[in-house]
């Protein structure tokens, strides 16, 4: 039997990764020993699982380096790769949206809006382009991003909200919704059918958990 | 300014030695298996009309490499085959007895994504077969990828059917409008379960054409997927998709080649030329499909001819690629020669030298002359399995390597 190899993003979404697949009867105690081993295996099931980026689990996807990647919606949408998107996990909640200061709100469709800071470029070119037909200056910072529109960098940004309480305490308020995001299971193309059993199974038995 | 003249331009490659002489190996049991067939192969220039391409948003102009002739006129790079195969067979094989048979290697280019084996230039081996629309030339087609795909060496695949007609059919059904037809396209295509739900939750569909529509991501696996639909529910579009598709299995199956093929009736990609029929073929080790086909009524039509029509064709590099990593290439035959040999004996050695080519052993004079350990080391080098070493009174010395 050929491994099936699972990509797992560093990070928030590890522990609840691990705890999904292990409702499913993965023996994932190597990936808890916090062994340097970047490749862990579960010799039963035939299951391999490496921790990475999170931007770069998508491409290890899309790549049939692994077969199967849990990762964020968002990143998803960021890294646009092509991939089947098999199942909505319903952990790490938040939403994309477009924030700016209090003034504007409820303006968005009369200011013109010509600079967007944001962690997302492709998401938020997307969204200017598509939903608003607009060309916009998508200003790519690494962290943050609150304080582009605080200090003039730009006049409104794209990020995640969860709560909303960093925005407010900045004077700051979501103007629109763009997605809701949350952890997503993503699969293959080849994978999915060339192991088609043994995936299908895999999600039957964490959609269960659901 | 930075010189870029030691660089080759990003998307393409050096195909060097042992991977050339594979790609050639290659390509030579796929033309055999084409011809063997009946297809007859063909050449088209590497440079089109940008209008070719264009017409009807074929293919989109940001993927294709475009410059002008002398005259301004917009030229392309082919961005495939197929199209200029429609172009041919609209205006060039006017008196050809149907059906027509016809098949191509050769390279093409886009400015698609790069990756995992994808290159912006890449070879692709196909066939197409023209002036039948029947589930006899479907069946015909997808018999005809199967065996190409054996004869490559790679024997664990498979290749999924779908047919265009069921989600046109079912949508038609649904009364969707353009844009969220397109949209639940999308997500079908991703197997995105929650977003066609998203899609479908806005609408008053019928019930029973709802829970089709919002299953249509988990349609697929073996021909008893096709069971599991009541026909009765999905209007006659999409009815009659189904049908073709069990016609085309069951003339599989008579063909001894069922066990290659399943089906899958969300393959929905965007391939705007496909009217019936549609397939890609998917073996391990590579993570994108090694070949896609599919049928093509009205392509033709664009230039000036209606002519039913369906093919596919397969990327070499990809399979290539599966090839290494599964394992399966076969390496080249030690059998070669060095032939050294003492200056009074040249004429003799270039006797010998033509002697084992003509008998078909790659043959090679010294032609270094400095010294057995040098001589030694090109042979070698070249994977070779002896040198002959020839005397000045035409004695011969062996020496195995």
């Known amino acids: 039997m050929r491994y099936i190899t699972i990509a797992l993003s560093k990070g928030r979404l590890t522990e609840l990764s691990i705890d999904f697949l292990e409702g499913a009867g993965i023996d994932c105690s190597e990936l808890k020993d916090n062994s340097r081993k970047l490749i862990l295996t579960d010799e039963k099931n035939k299951i391999r699982f490496f921790l990475a980026k999170p931007a770069d689990v998508p491409v290890y996807v899309e790549y049939g380096a692994a077969d199967i990647g849990i990762v964020g919606k968002d990143t998803l949408l960021e890294e646009g790769r092509d991939l089947y998107e098999v199942l909505d996990l319903g952990f790490a909640k938040c939403r994309m949206c477009v924030a700016g200061p209090k003034e504007l709100e409820g303006k968005m469709e009369l200011v013109s809006i010509t600079r967007v800071a944001t962690k997302y470029p492709e998401v938020a070119r997307l969204y200017f382009r598509h939903k608003r037909r607009e060309s916009v200056e998508i200003i790519k910072l690494s962290g943050s991003v609150e304080l582009a529109p605080l200090v003039g960098l730009s006049e409104v940004i794209v990020d995640l909200v969860e709560t909303g309480r960093t925005l407010k305490e900045n004077g700051l308020t979501v103007l629109d919704t763009i997605c809701d995001v949350s952890a997503r299971m993503v699969v293959n193309r080849v994978s999915m059918k060339m192991e088609n059993h043994r995936i299908t199974k895999l999600i039957e038995d964490i959609r269960r958990q659901l | ?401």
Not at chain 2, 248 to 269: H, K, W
Request: net charge negative; charged share 30%; proline share 2%.
């Open chain 2, 1 to 401: 300014m930075k010189r870029w003249n030691i660089y080759t331009p990003e998307g393409v490659q050096d195909i060097l030695f042992e991977s050339c002489r594979q790609k050639r190996l290659l390509e030579d049991k796929i033309r055999k298996t084409f011809r063997l067939y009946g297809y007859r192969e063909i050449e088209t220039p590497t440079i089109e009309f940008y209008d070719v391409f264009s017409e009807n948003g074929l293919i989109k102009q940001e993927s294709m490499y475009k410059f002008c002739d002398s005259k301004g006129r917009l030229l392309a790079l082919r961005p495939d085959f197929t199209v200029p195969v429609a172009r041919i067979a609209a205006t060039k094989l006017k008196d050809e007895v149907f059906p027509i048979k016809c098949c191509y290697i050769g390279n093409t280019f886009s400015f698609d994504e790069l990756g995992g084996g994808r290159q912006n230039e890449f070879t692709q081996a196909g066939c197409e077969l023209l002036g039948i629309n029947s589930p006899e030339a479907d069946a015909e087609i997808i018999a005809m990828a199967i065996e190409a795909l054996k004869a490559t060496g790679i024997d664990e695949f498979q290749i999924d059917i779908g047919q265009v007609g069921f989600f046109k059919g079912l949508m038609e059904e649904s009364g969707l409008d353009g844009n969220e037809i397109e949209e639940v396209r999308e997500f079908i295509d991703q197997k995105n379960l929650v977003g066609v739900e998203q899609v479908m939750d806005r609408h008053k569909v019928k019930s029973e054409l709802k829970k089709i529509i919002l299953d249509l991501p988990r349609l697929f696996g073996s021909k008893d997927i096709l069971q599991k639909i009541n026909y009765g529910d999905i209007g006659k579009g999409a009815a009659n998709a189904l049908v073709n598709i069990k016609e085309v299995l069951e003339i599989l199956e008579d063909r001894n080649l069922a066990g290659y093929v399943s089906i899958d009736l969300g393959m929905v990609q965007s391939m705007n030329y496909y009217t019936g029929i549609v397939f890609r073929g998917y073996t391990h080790g590579v993570g994108f499909p090694v070949l896609s086909g599919g049928r093509y009524d009205r392509l033709v039509t664009l230039f000036g001819r209606d002519l039913e029509a369906t093919g596919f064709s397969l990327g070499v590099n990809m399979v290539l690629m599966a090839l290494e990593r599964q394992k399966k290439l076969i390496p080249e035959k030690q059998e070669g020669v060095l032939i050294t040999y003492d200056d009074r004996a040249r004429r003799l050695a270039g006797d010998y030298c033509r002697e084992l080519i003509a008998q078909g052993i790659p043959a090679e004079l010294d032609i270094l002359k400095e010294g057995t350990g040098k001589s030694r080391e090109y042979a070698v080098s070249k994977g070779f399995s002896r040198i002959v070493h020839i005397n000045a009174d035409g004695t011969k010395k062996e020496i195995m390597l």
